[in-house]
């Protein structure tokens, strides 16, 4: 399934939506602060435009695609949807985003500040997916996928693309897993040269089923961080690549993406969602224990939290 994408699709997607994305930075945090012995690398996706990672494959498809006139639609839990819509607006395009009724306020109204329409239905984004494409069919619109489209995967690698050269002596790399199109893009582009870990709460975890399973296979999806890391189902290209270049993939619980968020703000005042904390939580829980020496990365990957609920959290 690897021979889809290539790292040369996300190099021509970097070149692509270069100017439309920022490059976003990462910083050495001592081991001590997350229980580990040495330091730990935190590639800061959570401060990309609309506060996460999602832009980089929203500005692939819209600028690497022909958008018709009808303009855009998406299913989101909330993130997909405000990067569609954000990259939209600045491209002059119409978008259309369905989000379930279990995405956060904080996110609907984001995605709304840029513009679009936001249609709220179904309980899963399962439900949000199925309008979003009947809105297509009926329509015209472009459908722009969360997670399962060669565009969308090769735009989140970039960021793989930039962490591997602002610190070259990465050996592992934690990533969270929703539906799959960051950490295939991220397994993408560093192959089998750095290790590359899914993280994934306990009760939304369709990556490591599949993995169990050796083919794609519905999960539940109950987790506080179910709004970003919600998939039912791992992508069929997503999990094609997971098999050929993710080395492992772990769960945590919801208590310890608390700590993770916890942590991040209390040292490093880094105020992240539940998605976007849960691959620390994989330090923290011990579910993935480095060994010796090793250096690690994890990618903290979003930042549309309550801000009122995070106080709560890291009280």
């Not at 970039?158 to 070259?168: I, Y």
């Amino acid at each position: 399934m690897a021979e889809i994408l290539s790292p040369a699709m996300i190099e021509a997607a970097a070149q692509r939506i270069r100017g439309h994305v920022r490059h976003t930075p990462t910083m050495d945090v001592e081991g001590a602060a997350f229980g580990v012995a040495e330091p730990v690398n935190l590639k800061l996706e959570l401060t990309q435009h609309t506060g996460s990672f999602k832009p980089r494959g929203a500005f692939n498809n819209l600028l690497g695609r022909q958008v018709p006139a009808a303009g855009v639609t998406a299913a989101s839990g909330g993130n997909h949807g405000a990067a569609v819509a954000y990259a939209a607006a600045c491209l002059g395009h119409r978008a259309r985003i369905f989000v379930p009724t279990v995405s956060s306020p904080t996110k609907i109204a984001r995605i709304r500040s840029y513009g679009a329409d936001v249609v709220v239905a179904g309980e899963r984004y399962a439900d949000a997916l199925a309008l979003s494409d009947q809105y297509a069919a009926e329509s015209g619109a472009l459908v722009v996928h969360a997670y399962d489209s060669p565009f969308t995967i090769a735009g989140q690698g970039t960021a793989g693309l930039e962490w591997e050269d602002d610190v070259p002596d990465l050996q592992t790399v934690l990533v969270a897993v929703g539906g799959g199109g960051l950490i295939a893009g991220i397994a993408l582009w560093f192959g089998h040269g750095v290790k590359v870990v899914g993280v994934e709460p306990q009760g939304s975890c369709c990556l490591h089923a599949a993995r169990a399973a050796g083919r794609p296979v519905d999960v539940a999806t109950e987790s506080i961080a179910v709004d970003s890391l919600g998939a039912r189902r791992v992508g069929e290209l997503a999990f094609g690549i997971a098999e050929d270049y993710v080395d492992d993939s772990v769960v945590v619980s919801d208590a310890f993406i608390e700590e993770a968020q916890r942590r991040l703000w209390q040292r490093c005042q880094i105020a992240a969602e539940p998605g976007g904390a849960t691959a620390l939580a994989a330090l923290l829980s011990g579910a993935y224990r480095p060994a010796p020496g090793e250096r690690v990365g994890v990618l903290v990957c979003g930042a549309n939290v309550d801000l009122a609920k995070l106080a709560t959290t890291t009280a």
